[in-house]
Nanobody
């Protein structure tokens, strides 16, 4: 079955950096567009970044443009999110996401990112 396992979250000071990873299994990773979302308690999950199957094209939410970079390693079935110049408002649980061709969304367990001094 599809498994998405995020890692790399933690506590970081404003202006710092973190690199999230999402190790995947149970599907052919290179065949699918992949995304990162984030969620703050009491709010809806929002799209952070999305990347095409070959990694050639990426799109970002307005609030993270110029600071975050999504990438993928199709040989290792792994998705990444490099987060630079982090701000307190980036504090959230970050989720790796797959939407299959039948329209079903799959999510990892999430990884907590806290930006605070």
């Amino acid at each position: 079955q599809v498994q998405l396992v995020e890692s790399g979250g933690g506590l970081v000071q404003p202006g710092g950096s973190l690199r999230l990873a999402c190790k995947t299994s149970g599907f052919t990773f290179r065949y699918y567009v992949m995304s990162w979302y984030r969620q703050v308690p009491g709010e809806e999950r929002t799209l952070v970044a999305v990347i095409t199957k070959d990694g050639g094209v990426a799109r970002y939410g307005d609030s993270v443009k110029g600071r975050f970079a999504i990438s993928r390693d199709n040989a290792r079935n792994t998705l990444f999110l490099q987060m630079n110049n982090l701000k307190p408002e980036d504090t959230a649980v970050y989720y790796c996401s797959l939407r299959d061709y039948g329209g079903t969304n799959y999510w990892g367990q999430g990884t907590q990112v806290t930006v605070s001094s």
